[in-house]
């Protein structure tokens, strides 16, 4: 490690430097300046001072009640049903289910907090530092992540960035947000490094990011960029640095930072960085014994049986889910003494695809639940698994459906069928655009992307399980009430 000034005293953790699971360590910088920083020609310093941004999109992403509790309840992937009293929480996540919500909702205001938290440090940072050209370049694209997941929730947003001059910022709109992400990206990614590993941003992952911007372009601006999109994941795919594991469940195993397929992964880590809470968000109450878990699941997020039912029972991806009898950590079948007379499986805890109802009694023992992700023996209530934001399996199928919007079935075909055989499923000989939807909810589930797929494939607005179909307009969330109170300035999206 490198030495460090000692002036004044600025202490800086370093949070990426190493995969999660390991203690992570700090870099003490007494009274670095920014003229020193501007001449140093050591990355490691660079590494030091963007640590706080990264935190802070590590933060609360895989926790309840945020970012990506809203992508996945809103879909036809996941539900919170209520069990009595049990998870009724003002009816917020009966609502999401069912296309109903509202400004008012605290999932709503704690997804923008999170995205507007992280980029305020960014634009902090360069701020402070506004003469060192990589590390700059390296923030500017990821505030353009950022900006990502705000254009696909809201849509119409304040960029605010180090050239703000305060005040109350105003709504951009969505085909502005559009080009100032492109723009930020493509002006940037020469000056990003060639590799960087999984927990910061470089030149393959700014290309993955246009892959995700460009395949929705037509949704955000009314211009698709299909060629665009197939460009940018053919840079991905063909850069030689990522490869599809052979086994699916390696991307998000407990140990899963030597992932050969993951590109960018948030490091969490059940002592240092904490907030990956799934175990605990959709485990029955008795499932504790299973892992051994040292704290009491919640019973809470679920798979809704139609989804489960899309999965052929040779996918191997279908292990994605928790179903059937289950039993202690030393094999004893569990008993869930306080399960309901109706429940048609009784005592012993069993979790069924099918879910009795959504509202007011659902069983407490009903729906698929989520193990696509390990959890291992003795965890904590905070994973230690990386968590992939953007993975190969995923740029894959955008080059697949790239190639298939524009008529080259060919190269749509060849690249789905990679997926499919990982899965041990047997390949396409001809492929439609209904089926490649199906074909991303299986290989994607519980990976925060279904909600804009469905947008994008003209799903969103159709009737499922305990859904009406949805007013157009429910294709972009409200914006926060609470934003707008404190943000006169800010206008509200059509329809709230």
Same mark, same amino acid.
């Given at each position: 490690?490198?030495?460090?000034?000692?002036?004044?005293?600025?202490?800086?953790?370093?949070?990426?430097?190493?995969?999660?699971?390991?203690?992570?360590?700090?870099?003490?910088?007494?009274?670095?300046?920014?003229?020193?920083?501007?001449?140093?020609?050591?990355?490691?310093?660079?590494?030091?001072?963007?640590?706080?941004?990264?935190?802070?999109?590590?933060?609360?992403?895989?926790?309840?009640?945020?970012?990506?509790?809203?992508?996945?309840?809103?879909?036809?992937?996941?539900?919170?049903?209520?069990?009595?009293?049990?998870?009724?929480?003002?009816?917020?996540?009966?609502?999401?289910?069912?296309?109903?919500?509202?400004?008012?909702?605290?999932?709503?205001?704690?997804?923008?907090?999170?995205?507007?938290?992280?980029?305020?440090?960014?634009?902090?940072?360069?701020?402070?530092?506004?003469?060192?050209?990589?590390?700059?370049?390296?923030?500017?694209?990821?505030?353009?992540?950022?900006?990502?997941?705000?254009?696909?929730?809201?849509?119409?947003?304040?960029?605010?960035?180090?050239?703000?001059?305060?005040?109350?910022?105003?709504?951009?709109?969505?085909?502005?947000?559009?080009?100032?992400?492109?723009? /930020?990206?493509?002006?940037?990614?020469?000056?990003?490094?060639?590799?960087?590993?999984?927990?910061?941003?470089?030149?393959?992952?700014?290309?993955?990011?246009?892959?995700?911007?460009?395949?929705?372009?037509?949704?955000?601006?009314?211009?698709?960029?299909?060629?665009?999109?197939?460009?940018?994941?053919?840079?991905?795919?063909?850069?030689?640095?990522?490869?599809?594991?052979?086994?699916?469940?390696?991307?998000? /195993?407990?140990?899963?930072?030597?992932?050969?397929?993951?590109?960018?992964?948030?490091?969490?880590?059940?002592? $240092?960085?904490?907030?990956?809470?799934?175990?605990?968000?959709?485990?029955?109450?008795?499932?504790?014994?299973?892992?051994?878990?040292?704290?009491?699941?919640?019973?809470?997020?679920? /798979?809704?049986?139609?989804?489960?039912?899309?999965?052929?029972?040779?996918?191997?991806?279908?292990?994605?889910?928790?179903?059937?009898?289950?039993?202690?950590?030393?094999?004893?079948?569990?008993?869930?003494?306080?399960?309901?007379?109706?429940?048609?499986?009784?005592?012993?805890?069993?979790?069924?695809?099918?879910?009795?109802?959504?509202?007011?009694?659902?069983?407490?023992?009903?729906?698929?639940?989520?193990?696509?992700?390990?959890?291992?023996?003795?965890?904590? $209530?905070?994973?230690?698994?990386?968590?992939?934001?953007?993975?190969?399996?995923?740029?894959?199928?955008?080059?697949?459906?790239?190639?298939?919007?524009?008529?080259?079935?060919?190269?749509?075909?060849?690249?789905?069928?990679?997926?499919?055989?990982?899965?041990?499923?047997?390949?396409?000989?001809?492929?439609?655009?209904?089926?490649?939807?199906?074909?991303?909810?299986?290989?994607?589930?519980?990976?925060?992307?279904?909600?804009?797929?469905?947008?994008?494939?003209?799903?969103?607005?159709?009737?499922?399980?305990?859904?009406?179909? /949805?007013?157009?307009?429910?294709?972009?969330?409200?914006?926060?009430?609470?934003?707008?109170?404190? $943000?006169?300035?800010?206008?509200? $999206?059509?329809?709230?």
């Amino acid at each position: 490690m490198f030495k460090s000034f000692r002036k004044i005293g600025l202490v800086l953790p370093v949070v990426f430097a190493m995969g999660a699971c390991q203690e992570l360590e700090q870099e003490v910088l007494d009274g670095v300046t920014a003229e020193d920083i501007a001449a140093s020609n050591n990355p490691n310093l660079i590494n030091v001072l963007k640590a706080s941004a990264y935190a802070r999109i590590v933060g609360s992403w895989g926790g309840h009640n945020s970012i990506w509790s809203i992508q996945e309840v809103a879909s036809d992937e996941m539900v919170i049903a209520h069990k009595g009293a049990d998870w009724e929480d003002g009816g917020q996540w009966i609502r999401m289910h069912r296309h109903t919500w509202n400004p008012q909702e605290e999932s709503f205001n704690n997804s923008w907090n999170y995205c507007y938290s992280a980029i305020g440090e960014i634009n902090n940072l360069i701020i402070s530092y506004p003469n060192v050209p990589a590390l700059n370049a390296e923030l500017k694209v990821l505030r353009a992540l950022v900006y990502m997941w705000l254009i696909d929730s809201w849509g119409n947003v304040p960029i605010i960035d180090e050239n703000s001059t305060g005040g109350n910022p105003t709504n951009a709109t969505r085909a502005q947000v559009f080009a100032f992400i492109e723009s /930020s990206i493509k002006n940037n990614i020469d000056l990003l490094p060639a590799k960087s590993g999984k927990y910061t941003i470089n030149k393959i992952t700014a290309q993955a990011m246009l892959a995700k911007l460009y395949i929705n372009a037509g949704v955000y601006t009314g211009t698709p960029k299909w060629a665009e999109a197939e460009a940018a994941a053919n840079a991905v795919i063909n850069s030689g640095d990522y490869s599809l594991t052979s086994n699916y469940f390696a991307n998000f /195993s407990e140990r899963n930072g030597g992932s050969t397929e993951n590109i960018l992964t948030l490091p969490y880590d059940q002592n $240092n960085a904490g907030g990956f809470n799934l175990p605990q968000m959709t485990l029955h109450y008795s499932s504790q014994a299973t892992f051994n878990l040292q704290d009491q699941p919640w019973n809470g997020y679920a /798979s809704l049986e139609e989804f489960y039912n899309s999965y052929d029972k040779n996918d191997a991806r279908i292990n994605s889910f928790l179903v059937g009898p289950q039993f202690s950590s030393d094999g004893k079948r569990l008993i869930d003494i306080s399960a309901e007379p109706n429940d048609p499986d009784g005592q012993p805890l069993t979790y069924t695809p099918q879910i009795n109802m959504l509202t007011p009694n659902s069983l407490r023992q009903a729906g698929a639940r989520v193990g696509k992700f390990e959890f291992a023996t003795g965890a904590a $209530n905070s994973l230690n698994n990386d968590y992939p934001l953007i993975r190969l399996g995923d740029i894959i199928l955008i080059k697949a459906e790239a190639a298939l919007r524009q008529g080259k079935t060919a190269d749509a075909l060849a690249a789905v069928n990679q997926i499919r055989n990982r899965a041990g499923m047997p390949a396409y000989t001809s492929i439609t655009l209904d089926e490649l939807y199906n074909e991303r909810g299986r290989e994607m589930f519980a990976e925060a992307t279904r909600r804009s797929d469905a947008i994008r494939f003209g799903k969103w607005n159709l009737p499922w399980w305990e859904k009406q179909a /949805s007013q157009p307009f429910r294709a972009l969330f409200p914006i926060p009430q609470n934003q707008i109170n404190a $943000n006169p300035s800010l206008k509200q $999206n059509p329809g709230y």
